[in-house]
């Protein structure tokens, strides 16, 4: 193979023949620009130049060789280059983005300080994120209404509990798609954990072994399916496969087909985030980032120019945009059922009808999700949408497992859907916070969390186990209680 | 043409003889003075003087040609005068408004960043605007309930999205009165918009065609009728004019006759605002800008004697003091029918029954408005009247078409009007904040947004045309979520 | 009449032989000291001494008169005596409170400024008066819950307006008990206007009189039921009479007597405040100035002894603890009518019964009031209840006229009153601030403003006269709208 | 008795042999150290020391009599070591938490000027509390929504105030369990009164006797049974006992004949707090206080290990975990009917089917209470309960006393809960509040002020005794009044 200076490499530094360095390599990413799910701009930006930090984060490890042709990987650096790259990088003056996150990793509090789910996401996690990475996980659609209503809604729903019974012997365990899970409760499939850690999803895997949980990878993870595959305790550890379907059916075939050879055990379908959500903050943080390092905003642009709605993309954008978007029932859940024997899940029915719909289908279960708020505003509160399926087609509950997931943050949440007939929940985002900032301990803290809190739940209602939790249990209010959600 | 002195002009200052100079040329405004619809006191206030800054952005350019006879045009001011009046504006201390609006415009972001249409109004427009043109664009009756409410409304109404449904050929296009429109929005009228911008209404016009969307004209348009009609791209682009009825019959024709022969291609009969409304913010802002440029305010009265209640009209009461305030259903429409064969739209209905005569007199459609909260206080936000007329009248859609307006600002909001049955939206305020703001650029980017919006809602829901979108898509939920209005 | 020096009476000044000096005259007050409606503490306070600025402002001029025996009036001061007081006067150093009131009237607005009543009660009166006097007429029962409901629950009442009617001739007058009024507003009774400004009562007897509305005084009027009637512009004016009943019935007869023989042209009986409400502004209100007169507190008490609930009478309490709390209807309306012709009004009716036991007493009118949220907390709010008779017993609106008053404010509070039945509203404390704050104009000031906000209204809902509101102009709604109201 | 220097105790500081000081007598606790109900860490923290000052206030005085054998009473300080420990006493540099309470307790107002409930709790109680004193007393379950919505309940009830009714001889007497009370308010069991004033309940029960209410004392009281029954005025005077039963029926046993030994005359059985309730602030008050009193945070662990849920006890923790938690209405009333003749009421009853249980089980009382929303979040508020048996099951209130507490602050709450069926509320940390700010007199305080507040309500409601509250003097109304609550 042969060997680059870091001078013959800056001489590609445009759209007809762009290369870009990562972890030493040189690749010639010309053709590839146009067809970069995130856009050809944000590859731009590192033409010619060293492209790893921005990189690594966010690609699992397999992403080059499952894009780019092998003859567009050109060698490395020689050996003096990599020495010179080595030293820049120690030399680079820190961002103030970066001081800010080192201040706030030393005065992060003792993981046993941290006492509920919200002390882990807002009193740690999103002060010891990048501020990129925070706006990625934190942003939600539009006004952020849905998210606040998501979490609001609990709210609505109080307890009747029994007392005069039984309670010692109270188990939390149950089934989820019979595997055995220690809570009713998985984690759910969320993006690039390595934004928040190097060790990403891998503290996921290891914290869901150590604590009896079932983890859901998602198909846009930052380390490979097989990485995470192999930090399984034993091919006994179950993972659940969040798909997102590529429009194409043979690229989507082949990584069906993938997660299957790796013995994941289930298909989680997303169909409630096809098109890129309007995340703003995710959207803003580049302006944000560029104002907070540059004081000096006076060379920006002013004059009246319509340049359309320019860089819209944010971290999210470039996830969804192979999505195939023609989806239906009648087609993809056969096609799907042809290729593969796992079960599937719908992840992301928002109405009573698709839930029906889906039974029909023949779904081993189905997520009532509105994507955690961050697709389209005003879609039903996952548990009013349960209540809602509760009131008016129970008949659902037997046909299939019912999921939700979207705000849940305590043991009272877990209940109310138990009892409304939940088979269990999904937390995505509070895993990626919690790996964020104390890593795999963070993960097992979280769930040491909310099993105590469920059983707490459980034995001031008066059950000995999750089947004695039923609808009589809950009650919808016609007030709106306060609430913990914060607009 | 005589030619006066600065000198000579100045003599004319009193109620008995009253002179101004505008643009240069000298009018006898005496007999004219207490026909003023915006009063007497407003002219005084230049008796004798040059009126020029403060006629102009709220006159359009054949306002003295209509009101005041020949022969009151005197002459011009000699070369002499003009000069020197010019050397005393370019000398003229800036005020503190001024300098204020100065530095806004100095910080205002790239269009780019704007990205809703929040953006738009409250970050760039109401800080680059001068405080009187604001105050009169922003201001809203009594305690600006009725406006909160309009946008709040919103908030009571959820998407039952559907799934599985194939969207990628998803079309935002419909007609208006059979007009075609890039998206169910329009621009509704709106005066005065040379407030904010020199080019006024014709940016609304430009950019309006350049994004294939509709325009509706105010009777009280700074630019003459004339002007904008010449500002469109082609005679084929429509134009929409929103009539106050004159109480001088012969007056109201020959404005309606007026439009008709420039082209335009609907009359909206403008219903709902034929008193002043009670706009304080408008009231105030003489009050306030006195203060904020005069920090010494000893020099007040302090007396404790009734004045009544003094200068009440800001700058929209003049605007509506010569409107029709007895029309009636049996009267009016058949009258206007014997002008003009152009369309009729009946602006600012507010209850079911008067939906139904509206239909029942012909009306080729109407628009459920209060006036964006600008008149009556506690009149019905127009999404809950159309949902009342949905829910009691589903026959009123058949009959005619039906638009809203007020504090639409999303495209959620949008598509829940065309879920409930609305043709069309409107937008006024919005499009005049843009037009303050980037001039012809911020409308088109306004466009942009609002169609990325809307696109994104209708895949979401899973439709691919307008006529998808039905009732059973929306539900009004039996709490009050959070919204984006702020009271 | 024997002549004294300060030191003679300076002698008597415990409760055995109690003088106190009232506009240079001396009076024994010894035996009355425990008849003291405000009780014996108020008065001891001045024992000895000069009690002319704390008396005269909240005691009617015939007080000394009706309370003390003829023997009990001493004399008068001699003439150095007179000197040296006024002297005195003059030295005396200013409160802190009396400098703020002095710098708050410099900066009071001009009236002309003042464009709605919240205006003139919270820009200028609050800041005007006296803390204590604001303190007596601000202060609410317990958490104020009840005023501030009494507010918000107008924002619960929608309009269903009208369009395409003809409204210029629209006419705001009405009758109240047959008598004229040029708007459906009255002036409600309300104590002690001279707190506020020296002509007290007499300001809006002759404001009444200005604008052709109607005043209700009250039985606390702090000048005599005489001086008042003697403001008439003619005996003409009709003035009503607010009766607090004494529970010594002849005391209470000779009262009717009186005013019947002044002229005054109706009883207002009021029945919700017969026992002293809650008002802990008012009762706080000696402790407030004590601590903003004297910032060093290390001189209070801090033994931690019970002395029970000591001086929570305030300013408020003593005015009724010579109610009658034994009235009923079977007994008390026909002794009234035994004593007098004049028409009767039942102030303080709270729920849909007594409304329709007022109707079978014979009463010529009822007052739905909470005592403007001063005495019983959680009251409904006035206008809910008017809602309910409308709802279940709308023949109450034939059998007599019914009155509503608490929190009013606006115009659209006016008209939503008027639509659900009312007759007339009463405001008390809004004419209390606008006569504090600019005295006679001020009175006149509201009216005006009130008079223009409910012509806008009817013109909105499209009507030329009072009659013409009716309950389907109205419509509670399922939510809860913002409000003015702050609690 | 040996004689034991400071030196000698020292050397027994580990868990294989712990010694302690008490009140210079020394202690073997090795063996008990893991059967401490507030575990080991916290004796640990004082092996080998004098324990004196964190003991006291929260154990009764036979507390080492009933839980340690007498050989572990190994004998006392020599009079040497006495001295040296108490000179350590005096030298020891107060904490910053104790510096703010001196300043408190400096500028506590004088008793006359607390004039309602919160005065009482937030003006002073909490502000001359030890921090983790009032940590304990404050402290509610998880987000503080159920204590919020407790108070905010009430807010959804209004009264319908009947007038002209009789009502100047109102009484508020009643009877509890057929003890005589002269309010509907009883003192409701709350555990460690001395946290907050050295002589802790003994202030209750004394202030009960001056003000005729009725006081039930709680298992965990921080002085013993015998010395509370003793500070009684005379035999006579009732005290309601609030049984935690105890795992061991034994113990149990025991406890209640103690108790009817020592004349108390009823059982409160607590069924609604027999695991520990997650109460946040409680918890973290030993973190706070660390922080505030040692600025320096370098040295706390800062490495992502997970180590559980340490130090989750609080004050709180320890009093429960040896509580019975499987009691049945089958095994456990018969019981305890079997030991003691005193009547049973069951605390804690939180839905209908549980209040029907009760009256089957022949119970003689109920309590509708969550506790005070310390245990489960979203448990009903009580007085929504309340509202819901009286709606569905009216029968419970013929065949048992009912009473609610949690959050009752005002005599509007009170006499609600009356109208709505129960017979008398409980207040427990207001009287704990009230005996910390102001011992024995403050208690009686409070009491003044419930009495007058409930007197005032029960008047202008028109009624003269307890029996003639109805429900149809109450109705729940359909929107969320404001509250005093605050989150």
Known sequence: MEKFTLEQVAEHKTTTSCWVIIQNNVYDVTDFLFDHPGGANVILRYAGQDATAAYVPIHPSDALEKTLAPEKYLGSLNSESIIRLKEGGKNKVQTRDELRV?????????????????????????????????????????????????????????????????????????????????????ISGAALARLGHPLGEVNLTRGAHKTGILQMVSSNSSLSYAEIAAARASRDQPLFFQLYKHRNDTTAEKRIREVEALGYNAIFLTVDALVPGNRELDIRSSNYLEDFENQDLSAQSKTDVDEGEADRLGTAGGLVVNNDTDMTWQKTIPWIRNITKLPIVIKGVQCVQDAVLACEAGCEGIVLSNHGGRQLEYSLP??????????????????????????????????????????????????????????????????????????????????????????????????????????
Chains 1, 2, 3, 4 share one sequence.
């Open 102 to 186: 080192e201040e706030a990793v030393k005065s992060k509090p003792p993981l046993k300080r941290i006492i509920n789910v919200e002390d882990m996401e807002e009193e740690v996690a999103k002060k010891v994120l990048p501020y990129k990475a925070m706006a990625y996980y934190a942003s939600t659609a539009d006004d952020s209404i849905t998210h606040f209503e998501n979490c609001r809604a609990f709210s609505r729903f109080f307890f009747h509990p029994r007392v005069m019974t039984p309670v010692s012997g109270c188990d939390t365990s149950t089934t989820i798609l019979s595997y055995k899970s220690s809570i009713p409760v998985y």
């Open 382 to 487: 996952p548990i009013e949408l349960l209540y809602k399926i509760q009131q008016q087609r129970p008949d659902v509950f037997e046909k299939t497992e019912v999921y939700i997931d979207g705000a849940i943050r305590r043991g009272t949440d877990v209940v109310k859907a138990l009892c409304l007939g939940a088979k269990a929940v999904g937390l995505g985002r509070t895993f990626l916070y919690a790996q964020s900032a104390y890593g795999e301990a963070g993960v097992v803290h979280v769930v040491r969390i909310l099993q105590r809190e469920i059983l707490f739940v459980m034995q001031s209602l008066g059950v000995q186990k999750i089947s004695e939790l039923v609808p009589q249990m809950v009650e919808r209010v016609d007030w709106q209680a306060a609430s913990r959600a914060k607009l």
